[in-house]
Structures are given as structure tokens and as C-alpha cells.
């Protein structure tokens, strides 16, 4: 099985007639995955303490395929997590926010493919481009039998203006930039959102 998202940009595009096929390359997990079960669309509330994550307001909407035979068909029933760090570049769950569980969530993806989560512009950590991670599985009774990992990363001048707005702006200024970090390798890395 093969997994892409639509898009309209360059890319690595699969023609099928009608619409274009993107395939995504797979990418680490990073440290900072933690299978919470939250089956939410609205990532940025922290359950543990009602707290909601302050930024850039953005709706991420996947839109997930199976690549075969020349054609693009809707993947239905997966599990899609994402997770990000914070405005301040701080990922809940691990160190200082270790028991917070802001801006994680799944959803199962649609008849048509599709999933959409709401949460805000993601800040940056030292030794990363800013990005999103998400992660795709199928999920059979309780057994994973298939899974797939990426993430995906900015165009800088949209994260230069995120970034220059509240909360952002008070924070240090971020050094690396996409396809620095140690994970973009100066690839780009399809997705599909809107904000």
C-alpha cells in the first residue's frame, strides 16, 4: 500500500485523469509520539487542564489515497494522528509538560479519504525547521497492520508572518529554517491544508 495526499503544487504528481496524486515520503517520528487516544478534531485544548494553546488560528485537512494501477482511490477507516509543539516550541507529554496532552488528537478518515483537525500555527524547538508530524494507521481489531509516518513543513515567508504575531514574537528568533533541520534534508514534503 502506497499513501498520498492530493495536492496542487509540484510535486511528485501521479496523473489519473481527473486529479492529482502526491505521494508523501515517509519521515521519523520523532521522539515526542505518544498514542493518547484522543479522537478529536479540535487539537488545541489540553483535556488534562482545559487550557487551550494560544496562536495562529490554522485547519489542516488531509486528504489520504491508496497509489495503484495509474489511479487515486479514497483511503476510509484510518487512524490520522498529528501532534506539534506549542507557540513556544514546547510538545505536551514529554519534559517540562510531561501529563499535558495539547495540540494531539486522531481522526478516522471519512468515505471520502478525508480528515481535518483545527489547531494553531505550531512554534519551533531547537534543531528543527517548524513542521507538523502526523502519523497513519489501520488498525484491525487491536492490531496495527499498517502504519505510516511523516511530517510536513512551511513555506518560510507564511511562517515569517505567523511568527512576527502574538505569541510568537515574543519568543527567541528561530534559527533553522526549512530544509535545514534535521528532518527536511531540503525536501519538500506534500500535504494538503487549508487555513
Known amino acids: 500500500m502506497r499513501s498520498g495526499v492530493t495536492d496542487t503544487e509540484d ?22 509520539f505518544a498514542d493518547e ?12 487542564t482545559g487550557a487551550v494553546s494560544q496562536g495562529v488560528p490554522l485547519t489542516l485537512t488531509f486528504n489520504v489515497t491508496r497509489v495503484d ?11 490520522l494522528d498529528v501532534w506539534h509543539c506549542d507557540s513556544a516550541g514546547t510538545c505536551s507529554d514529554v519534559g517540562s509538560a510531561a501529563g499535558r496532552r495539547f495540540l494531539r488528537g486522531y481522526q ?6 478525508v480528515a481535518q483537525f483545527t ?28 502504519e505510516f509516518t511523516s511530517q ?17 514574537a515574543s519568543i527567541t528568533t528561530r534559527i533553522l529554517r526549512r530544509g535545514v533541520g534535521r528532518d527536511s534534508g ?7 491544508r487549508s487555513s
Open 11 to 32: 510535486g511528485d504528481d501521479v496523473d489519473t485523469g481527473t486529479t492529482a496524486c502526491v505521494l508523501t515520503a515517509a519521515l521519523t517520528e520523532g521522539p515526542y
Open 37 to 48: 487516544k484522543l479522537n478529536r478534531s479540535d487539537i488545541r485544548s489540553d483535556p488534562t
Open 69 to 79: 494501477s495509474g489511479g487515486c482511490t479514497p483511503l476510509t477507516g484510518l487512524y
Open 108 to 113: 478516522i478518515t471519512d468515505a471520502a479519504g
Open 119 to 146: 489547531t494553531v500555527y505550531p512554534g519551533w524547538h531547537t534543531g528543527c525547521a517548524v513542521h507538523i508530524h502526523f502519523k497513519l494507521r489501520l488498525i484491525t481489531g487491536t492490531t496495527t497492520t499498517y
Open 152 to 168: 510536513f513543513f512551511f513555506d518560510e515567508s507564511l511562517t515569517d508572518a505567523a511568527h512576527a504575531l502574538s505569541p510568537y
Open 186 to 192: 531540503g525536501t519538500r514534503h506534500r500535504h494538503d
